[in-house]
Structures are given as structure tokens and as C-alpha cells.
């Protein structure tokens, strides 16, 4: 009893390496791994199907799949977090192939969960707003979807997500302001069509 | 926009989303780097708008208790849940499969369970 509380205090102590290291003949030390790793890779994968059964079976699919290959793996640059979000990635590339369904974050659902305006004519309002966003976010290429997933839902800094995105830090930020600047121009437009439309609508 | 303020917009910009992860003001970190307002409200309010939208999700504790003991050996895996990760042409493959074999015993009882024995059995008209 004594030996298991220090072996797991040990775990957790021990950075990723190392308990990769274990990880290869030692169950337990990949248990802590997925404890670090599990919560965040759902939060991606569940954003990228939207909904709970498949997130959670495709979870299950990236710890399965990384267990059983965590005896070849070989830190060449890729950490062990964007190692498995590669996994997750290309399971979820594959579900959407099967699946035929196309490669959108299907946030809408949950927006509305997230407001936190209580005023019922301010949450309308946002409400309209996100779903402006949203819009303006599918119509976004895959990999500036993948970005926003990782920094806004994971919360990755620029390096790791240039260890998944396999890109550099400068190039990860340079995304990111691009991205930030088709999404305001996006919704400006969209805006201003809006504004333009009203007048035409109070005439007919 | 040269490349040196493209650089200082980017770390502004990555400034501000750590700050409102982080719930910290945004205001000081702007009035301290030489951005003006007018080009990085637009930005910082797209910014604040997808820290309102993303909220990460949690899965739900059974399911990653179950996940974990199954990893860890103590639970054996769930026969529904292999069979609902092989790929969707497995699936489709065994469905096939299925129904052939469930058309097939349909037909050999609307028949009358011939088989080939029973032809060679049959006693030959003289």
C-alpha cells in the first residue's frame, strides 16, 4: 500500500519522458499519462464530432492505439502530447472520410451554453453574434480550424501547437493573425451586408 | 505592414489571448505595446469572442474511470464498444455477410431443405 502511494507519488512527479520511458513495460506510468492527456484530447475530439458517443469512442481509439505502439516511440523532436494529438488527428481525418461528413467544427450547439449574458435581449444578441462567428469559423480551411481548437478549447502555446501542426512558433502566430484577420474582415462583411439589407427590407 | 510590426502585433495578439484565458485585463497590455486602438480593436474583440465561444468539455467520469480501467487490464474491453471502433467498411462487410447467410437459410426452408445429399439420395425413376 505504502510503495503503491509512493510509486504514484512518483508518477507524478516524473515529466513526460520519463514516464514515457516507464510507459513501455510499466501500465501504471501510462495511466498517469493518460490522466494528464485524456481530459484534453476528448475536448479536441468532441469539438471535431460533436457529439459524446464518438468522441469518447475515438478516445478510447487514441489511448488503445497509443498504448499499444508507446514500445516504438521515439522522441525525435515530437513530444509526447503532440504525438497524441497527431493520433487523435488522423482518427478523426478517418472518421470523417468514413463518416463523408465534412471537416467543420460543429460548434453550434454548444455556444449557447456558453453565454454568459443573462438579459434574454443581450443573449439574443449574442446569440446572433456567435452564430455569426461560427459561420464565419466552417468556412475557414481545416488547419485554422485545428488552431483555434487547440488555443482556445487546450489552451497549447504557440510551440506546442507547432510540435502537432508539425510548423514552427513563428509560423503557428503568423496563422493565428491571419486567421484572426479573415475572421474580423469576415464578420465586418457580414456586418455591413446586414446594415445594407435592413433599409431594403423596411422599404418593401 | 512591415515584418517588425507584423511581430509586435503577433506577440500583442498572443498577449491578449493568454491574458483573457488567464481572465487578467486586457486594457493595460494594450496601452503598454505602440499598437493603436484602431487597429487592434477589431482583433482583440474577434479574440474575445472565441474565448466566449470555446469552452472546453469534459467527459463524464464513468466514462473515463471505464477507459482506464480497461487500459490498465482491471476491465475487460466492452465487445460493443471493439466492434463500434472497426472501420465503417468492416461494418458494412459484416452486414452483408449477415443477411446473405439469413438469405440464404430463408431460401433453403422456402425449398424444402433440399441439399445436394438428398439429390443423389433420391431414388432414380425407372
Not at chain 2, 494594450?30 to 470555446?54: C, M, P, R, W, Y
Amino acid at each position: 500500500m505504502m510503495k503503491n502511494i509512493f510509486r504514484r507519488k512518483s508518477y507524478k512527479d516524473l515529466d513526460d519522458t520519463e514516464l514515457v520511458q516507464l510507459a513501455k513495460d510499466d501500465k501504471e506510468a501510462f495511466g498517469e499519462l493518460y490522466e494528464r492527456y485524456m481530459p484534453k484530447i476528448y475536448s479536441y475530439i468532441y469539438y471535431r464530432t460533436s457529439n459524446q458517443h464518438d468522441a469518447e469512442d475515438l478516445t478510447a481509439r487514441v489511448f488503445f492505439r497509443a498504448m499499444s505502439h508507446i514500445g516504438n516511440y521515439v522522441d525525435k523532436g515530437v513530444p509526447f502530447q503532440a504525438w497524441l494529438y497527431r493520433i487523435a488527428h488522423n482518427l478523426v481525418a478517418n472518421w470523417h472520410r468514413d463518416q463523408g461528413r465534412r471537416k467543420v467544427i460543429p460548434l453550434d450547439d454548444y455556444v449557447v451554453h456558453s453565454l454568459k449574458s443573462e438579459s434574454p435581449d443581450r443573449l439574443a444578441e449574442d446569440s446572433e453574434e456567435q452564430e455569426k462567428l461560427m459561420e464565419a469559423i466552417h468556412r475557414l480551411p481545416e488547419e485554422r480550424q485545428q488552431l483555434l481548437l487547440l488555443k482556445f478549447i487546450d489552451q497549447l502555446s504557440n510551440a506546442e501547437i507547432g510540435d502537432i501542426m508539425d510548423r514552427t512558433e513563428g509560423a503557428i502566430k503568423s496563422l493565428y493573425h491571419r486567421t484572426l484577420l479573415s475572421l474580423r474582415d469576415e464578420l465586418q462583411m457580414q456586418e455591413h451586408q446586414a446594415t445594407n439589407r435592413r433599409p431594403k427590407q423596411n422599404k418593401g | 505592414m512591415s515584418s517588425s510590426s507584423d511581430a509586435k502585433m503577433q506577440n500583442l495578439l498572443d498577449a491578449i489571448t493568454v491574458a483573457l484565458q488567464h481572465d487578467d485585463d486586457i486594457e493595460p497590455i494594450i496601452n503598454k505595446s505602440n499598437i493603436s486602438h484602431e487597429e487592434i480593436d477589431g482583433l482583440a474583440s474577434v479574440i474575445q469572442s472565441l474565448h466566449t465561444a470555446f469552452t472546453p468539455i469534459a467527459p463524464s467520469a464513468k466514462f473515463a474511470n471505464n477507459l482506464h480501467a480497461e487500459l490498465m487490464g482491471t476491465r475487460p474491453r466492452r465487445v460493443v464498444s471493439t466492434v463500434r471502433h472497426l472501420p465503417a467498411r468492416v461494418h458494412v462487410a459484416a452486414i452483408i455477410t449477415i443477411v446473405a447467410g439469413f438469405g440464404l437459410l430463408v431460401l433453403r426452408r422456402l425449398m424444402g431443405d433440399t441439399t445436394p445429399q438428398d439429390i443423389v439420395d433420391e431414388p432414380l425413376a425407372v
